[in-house]
């Protein structure tokens, strides 16, 4: 499997869906999101700003920032780590294309909460570093993608659409392998210590097919990688 650039942040391709235009994403609503699941996000997160342009990348819907950061893929920018550390959270206005349902919108903000309490050291879940940057991105993103997983099943977002489901378990599938190859290259052993953290992607995958879905979005544009 060759590696692939990852960064920490929600990964995607833009979907371009002809004629039609993304809602505007406004901070505030944002924020209104984040306090409707977790009360105490304002722990980790200090504020949530526009990104440099209206225009999401193509690598990110959004991401966390050290405060006085603004763009989440420059190294600069890297957001604080350790015990009560706070991050900024950049948005973008398009970042949610027209079909998204309103239960993926919570899973991004519940996505993002998740690395901020995770840098800042409030799971009971390692903070680790490998000394390898693509190996870190894969273990903290596979976490935070098993976390919305996991409570997608849950029903805490609400429905989701069949492709938003598929997207959620092929990004856990993507980082989880990702990790998973590295620490088998490095020290096979570590697995026993690291996985009790990561469940494997086809038992969370067979729970998902029966999981409550959302109207099926139009079919238009390129799938989500």
């Not at 692939?4 to 901070?27: F, H």
């Not at 980790?44 to 763009?71: N, Q």
Request: aromatic letters at 12%; a neutral charge.
């Amino acid at each position: 499997m060759r590696w692939r650039p990852l960064i920490v942040a929600v990964c995607l391709c833009p979907l371009q869906l002809a004629g039609l235009r993304a809602a505007e994403t406004t901070p505030e609503q944002m924020v209104s999101m984040l306090a409707s699941l977790h009360p105490d996000y304002g722990a980790y997160i200090s504020s949530v700003r526009y990104g440099p342009t209206r225009l999401h990348p193509a690598t990110l819907y959004a991401g966390l920032v050290r405060s006085g950061g603004l763009d989440p893929r420059d190294p600069d920018h890297a957001p604080a780590t350790g015990r009560g550390a706070t991050n900024v959270l950049i948005i973008y206005a398009d970042m949610f294309e027209p079909w998204r349902s309103q239960g993926w919108r919570l899973l991004i903000a519940d996505h993002e909460y998740f690395h901020a309490r995770h840098l800042a050291r409030g799971f009971d879940i390692p903070l680790a570093g490998f000394g390898v940057r693509r190996a870190d991105t894969a273990y903290r993103e596979a976490l935070a993608w098993a976390w919305v997983l996991s409570r997608s099943l849950q029903g805490i977002y609400g429905p989701l659409s069949d492709r938003e489901r598929s997207e959620v378990s092929s990004r856990y599938t993507e980082h989880y392998e990702a990790f998973f190859e590295f620490v088998s290259e490095r020290q096979a052993s570590a697995w026993a210590h690291y996985g009790r953290f990561l469940p494997g992607p086809e038992s969370l995958i067979r729970q998902a097919s029966s999981a409550p879905t959302a109207a099926t979005p139009p079919p238009a544009g390129p799938a989500t990688r």
